[in-house]
């Protein structure tokens, strides 16, 4: 027969790890989007929850005596999964941002579309960079860094032991808020500079003819220039992907860092 017993110990120490887990996974990109469907996130997240509690190094159950101090400790271990995955979820906005800034430019500003993936307005530009960025994320294999960056939270913020230092989460936050403005324009950098070029140029046509309606024409040179810039810089895509990863990865660390972890 097979023996299923277990203390109870155990199973309340899982269920801490399935809760940080489960948080991670329903915010992380890739794994939080509607394309995944719920099933599917919640058998990986037992799964990866047990694979955890298997392999990571068993600290010391945090005391309590009471239902609500438990309770506490799932609140602390839920925060703590949400912090790791949004951390890497708002490097994703940047895609966003830069795409947006894009369509303004080009004039595709008013034809935004509803991405299915997350149920928001977004721009043609923006869906555009938002598939290629998540393909280069699938190939480049960012998703087995946050998964291990997952399990390294185990080591360095035991189970129940997080410490959410406030200061620190807002100077990640303001550092991130910078960050994301710069990286935003170094994406959008080559349109944004294109189209003010075409601007000038315009500007200079409108001064020597001033009979020809530079507005009715300007709106499909800059959508001729913006498409043909898009199409030129298609090559730098993973140039571009590597400063969101690693800002990604810098945020991670920021926030684990706030959350008072342990290192040595």
Known sequence: ????????????YYLLILVRVSCFVFAAPFFSMNDVPRMVRVTFSVFTAYLLFSVAPV?????????FQYAGLVI???????????GAQFCFMIIGFAGHMVDTE????MASLMDPTTRQQTTVTGMYFQYGFMLIFLLSGMYRYLLSALSETFILIPVGRAQFILNRLYESFITFMTDYIVIGFRICLPVFCTILIVNGLLGIMAKVSPQMNMFAVGLQIKVFAGLGVLLLTTSLLPTAADLIFVQMKRVIVMFVKAMGAVYG
């Open 76 to 86: 602390k271990e839920a925060v703590t999964g949400l912090l790791i995955g949004l």
């Open 106 to 109: 080009i004039g595709f500003a």
């Open 59 to 67: 600290h010391e159950m945090p005391e309590y005596s009471t239902l």
């Open 1 to 12: 027969m097979i023996d299923a017993a277990f203390p109870l110990e155990e199973l309340e």
